[in-house]
Every structure is written in C-alpha cells, then in structure tokens.
C-alpha cells in the first residue's frame, strides 16, 4: 500500500479491529462520503447542500421542517444552510400562502443549473459501490442491508 492510500485509510478505534458488519458498513458508508465530497469540493458544494439542492429540485416549495426530517439536521442547522443557499444565490424563501410566518424554499435559476451541474457527478460517485459487484450480488447485498436496517426500527 503506497504512501497516500494510507493517508486515505478510515481510522478505526480499538474496538472496530475486527471485520464486524456494523464495522464494515461505517467503512464503506465512511468511503462513499469521501467519494462524494470529493466530487462536489469544486462545485464548492458540501453534501447538505447538494441534498438541499436535489430536495428542492423534487419537492418545491418545502420549508424548514421537510428539510429537518429528510436530511436529519436540528432546525438551526437548517436555517444556516438555507441562509448560506440565499446569500450564494441558489434558492429564495417566500411566504407561505396560509401562514406569512412560514417560508416556502425554492431553487433559483442559478439553484437549479448547480443542481444539473452536480447531479451527474454525484451519481458517478455512487455508481462506484454499484459497478464493483454483480446484479446478483448487488441484490443480495440490498435484501441484508434492509434486514439490518429493519433490526434497528
């Protein structure tokens, strides 16, 4: 192993030596972020942001609260990146049709040209866990994930 594939090596503490499943499935998530991060650093994006920028894409007009739960930030974290999103220009609040006191977010034409931008890279970024296994043992992989997921539910 060369000088810089160590540097990228995931730390694992003491207790994280031997090949556990919620072990790997850290070093594996760990690795794909970096992967992403790496991808969306010359956009001068972060992953929240780029999830931000998607959510809206599909769903606009959401507010704070629909960015809470689906990307499982507390509201003042919201409200620092959808403040950041404004000042760069990429998404605009507005009133709420019922309530004046909610806000409504949505992309701006420059919003959705990064969305564009950003989205091809990211799903090449993703597709690197897809192309290193099989169909079969893709699905596989799939069907014990979401047994896993559904221990801790």
């Known amino acids: ?13 003491p207790w994280e030596q031997e090949d556990t499943n919620s072990t790997l499935i850290k070093v594996a998530f760990i690795s794909i972020r970096r992967e992403i ?6 956009f001068g994006l972060t992953p929240q942001q780029s999830q931000s920028l998607h959510l809206l894409a599909l769903k606009p007009g959401a507010m704070n609260a629909d960015l809470e739960k689906l990307l499982f930030i507390d509201k003042s974290s919201v409200t620092s990146l959808i403040n950041g999103m404004v000042k760069k220009g990429w998404v605009v609040r507005r009133d709420h049709e019922q309530d004046a006191r909610m806000k ?18 990211i799903k090449q970024a993703k597709d690197k866990s897809n192309q ?4 079969k043992e ?15 539910e």
Request: proline content about 2%.
């Open 104 to 121: 409504r977010i949505y992309l701006t034409e420059q919003g959705e040209e990064m969305c564009k931008l950003f989205s091809t890279a």
């Open 138 to 152: 893709s699905a596989t992989l799939q069907f014990l994930l979401k047994k896993i997921i559904k221990a801790y």
């Open 132 to 135: 290193a296994l099989t169909a």
């Open 37 to 42: 991060e790496a991808t969306l650093r010359p």
């Open 1 to 13: 192993m060369g000088e810089a594939s160590k540097d990228q090596s995931i730390f694992r503490l």
